[in-house]
């Protein structure tokens, strides 16, 4: 057969419960290389796992035990993000795993579900980066424009612009985050409201958090943003984190149920020491926070000392104070590891006591994070 896809279609009635059975992934990427998925993972926010069956590592965007809300989600992203081929994962990611994936989206049911039959796919170790269109081939810039060029210009006190730095583009009326952009690199933002307002998050680890709100229709209006040979270019000028200041880690993701670190997790954990390094006076105190105050089982690295694998972790039982405890010690032995003396940082853990959404929310798992407090600079 030409085609890639063996489709499996099970019709389901709506009253029917069989998704509350299972956990449903909404996936933006699958690859067989493990260093692709995690650039992918680091670029969107997202989290990733292994499809056994496939032998291809999935980054998801959601993980909820409500189908329709996965349904939804993806459908969103397909429409309104560049993630045009998102889909659903329903079943049981990880070592052991099983399950299927929904590829079309289905309006409202019957629901059909595709078991992909998939090459394994090598992406490039760099996303190629967009061309910029000649002059005269950029898109206008009337107040209905759909898009429009974009250089978001991340710059530190020197002059010098930071690799991997990141925009979050918010729609301030539903507080949604649509899009993850490149800075420093020519992009086409997209209108994500009728109004035109949205609001632009530059949070890179060892800096104050940066937000520019402007009209997406009118984008001079706002302070400092110019329009260079058709591009609407926004500044953003990073200042480091002073005293007083808190900073959340949004990059440093944890395995479930353990004081172990991603590999994505390096990204913000070496700004996080560049900090460090740069600023010998700089003392801090390293926040934990879970989703929820349940116990349960605690793991954590094994005789190796390797922070970011599950392999040859000890397994122990706690508390969620005491997981959040051993979260932000390994971010700690993480700095000490790479130099930095373990007097200037000390600890605190608050389980689920500072959430940052309710626990059932559909982004509860914005509460599981570990906050820098900056004690001395």
């Not at 099983?98 to 289905?106: E, Y």
């Not at 591009?231 to 808190?246: A, I, N």
Request: hydrophobic share 35%; proline share 6%.
């Amino acid at each position: 057969m030409k085609a890639l896809l063996t489709i499996v279609t099970i019709v389901v009635a709506i009253t029917n419960n069989v998704y509350s059975r299972d956990t449903n992934y909404v996936v933006i990427g699958a690859f067989s290389v493990k260093d692709n998925a995690v650039q992918l993972a680091v670029k969107a926010r997202a989290e990733l796992e292994i499809n056994p069956a496939k032998q291809l590592y999935y980054v998801f965007v959601m993980k909820t035990e409500d189908h329709q809300q996965a349904l939804n989600e993806a459908t969103r992203l397909r429409s309104q993000t560049e993630y045009k081929d998102a889909w659903v994962f329903f079943g049981t990611l990880g070592e052991g795993g099983k399950g299927v994936d929904i590829v079309s989206l289905p309006d409202p049911a019957p629901v059909v579900i595709e078991e992909r039959k998939e090459e394994p796919r090598e992406e490039p170790k760099e996303e190629p980066k967009e061309t910029p269109k000649p002059k005269e081939e950029l898109p206008p810039s009337p107040a209905d424009a759909k898009s429009k060029p974009f250089y978001f210009n991340v710059v530190r006190d020197d002059g010098t612009k930071p690799t991997g730095a990141e925009i979050t583009v918010v729609d301030p009326i539903t507080q949604r985050k649509e899009y993850v952009l490149a800075g420093n690199e020519n992009i086409t933002l997209k209108a994500i409201n009728k109004t035109g307002d949205l609001r632009l998050e530059c949070d890179l680890a060892g800096y104050r958090k940066i937000v520019q709100t402007i009209n997406f229709k009118d984008p001079t209006t706002a302070d400092g943003i110019t329009i260079v040979d058709n591009r609407v270019v926004v500044p953003f000028h990073l200042v480091r984190l002073k005293k007083g200041d808190f900073s959340i880690l949004y990059n440093v993701f944890f395995y479930k149920d353990a004081a172990i670190m991603r590999p994505e997790s390096k990204f913000d954990l070496d700004g996080l020491l560049a900090m460090m390094n740069e600023g010998p006076n700089y003392k801090i105190r390293i926040h934990g926070h879970t989703n929820g105050n349940a116990s349960g089982p605690i793991y954590e690295p094994g005789e190796s000392g390797n922070l970011f694998s599950l392999t040859g972790a000890k397994e122990g039982n706690g508390s969620a104070k005491k997981l959040s405890e051993k979260r932000a010690t390994v971010i700690r032995d993480y700095l000490v590891q790479n130099g930095v003396d373990a007097a200037r940082m000390s600890v605190k853990a608050w389980g689920g006591k500072k959430p940052i959404y309710d626990k059932h929310h559909t982004q509860a798992s914005a509460n599981v994070r570990v906050e820098v407090e900056v004690l001395e600079e």
